[in-house]
T-cell receptor
Framework: EDQVTQSPEALRLQEGESSSLNCSYT??????LFWYRQDPGKGPEFLFT???AGEEKEKERLKATLTKKESFLHITAPKPEDSATYLC??????????FGAGTILRVKS | NAGVTQTPKFRVLKTGQSMTLLCAQD?????MYWYRQDPGMGLRLIHY???????AKGEVPDGYNVSRLKKQNFLLGLESAAPSQTSVYFC???????????????FGSGTRLTVV
């Protein structure tokens, strides 16, 4: 059974304090790993798709990396507007996503 | 604006009542999904559809039914609501093939359902 575990559950950072979120997964044959951002009261918003170990993708202050067992979402010099819940999901056969429980990020100015 | 629209946004039901949640997308996507989101448990797949007229069970299908009579619409029904179905429900869609992975799934803004 596919499993996705995200850590930490919650993270509080000062503005400018860089850190990383972790997503570990167990899946027989990974077809894609997704990162989403979710703001309170809204649906998840797509950030990145990673397909193979060693792959990296960047968007503004966010950088996602992938190994054979986990993915990291690195946040460089975060701002208060980066506060959100970050969700990780994997797909094995492509028909459906299996999500982790998410990491709640709070960035204080 | 193109996207996924869910109605209603909020609903309170009494135990045993029935209701239908509507999801509509205007992006001509083949695949559509219904998820529920509960605190600490992440998003869990209820049912999904790979095209008009098709449906399949996800991780937590019990107590729900779905229909995809038109490509753009995906309906989620609760025949006899239970307090355990109190949750936030999200609909999502994506096109087929690699394009669907490259740009992720598009989610609606959710329906917050409370069963009392």
């Amino acid at each position: 059974e596919d499993q996705v575990t995200q850590s930490p559950e919650a993270l509080r950072l000062q503005e400018g304090e860089s850190s990383s979120l972790n997503c570990s997964y167990t899946v027989s044959g990974l077809r894609g790993l997704f990162w989403y951002r979710q703001d309170p009261g809204k649906g998840p918003e797509f950030l990145f798709t990673l397909y193979s170990a060693g792959e990296e993708k960047e968007k503004e202050r966010l950088k996602a990396t992938l190994t054979k067992k986990e993915s990291f979402l690195h946040i460089t010099a975060p701002k208060p507007e980066d506060s959100a819940t970050y969700l990780c999901a994997v797909t094995e056969y492509g028909n459906k996503l299996v999500f982790g429980a998410g990491t709640i990020l709070r960035v204080k100015s | 604006n193109a996207g996924v629209t869910q109605t209603p946004k909020f609903r309170v039901l009494k135990t045993g009542q029935s209701m239908t949640l509507l999801c509509a997308q205007d992006m001509n996507h083949e695949y559509m999904y219904w998820y529920r989101q509960d605190p600490g448990m992440g998003l869990r797949l209820i049912h999904y559809s790979v095209g008009e007229g098709t449906t399949a069970k996800g991780e937590v299908p019990d107590g729900y039914n779905v229909s995809r009579l038109k490509k753009q619409n995906f309906l989620l029904g609760l025949e006899s609501a239970a307090p355990s179905q109190t949750s936030v429900y999200f609909c999502a869609s994506r096109p087929t093939g690699q394009f669907g992975f490259n740009y992720g799934y598009t989610f609606g803004s959710g329906t917050r359902l409370t069963v009392v």
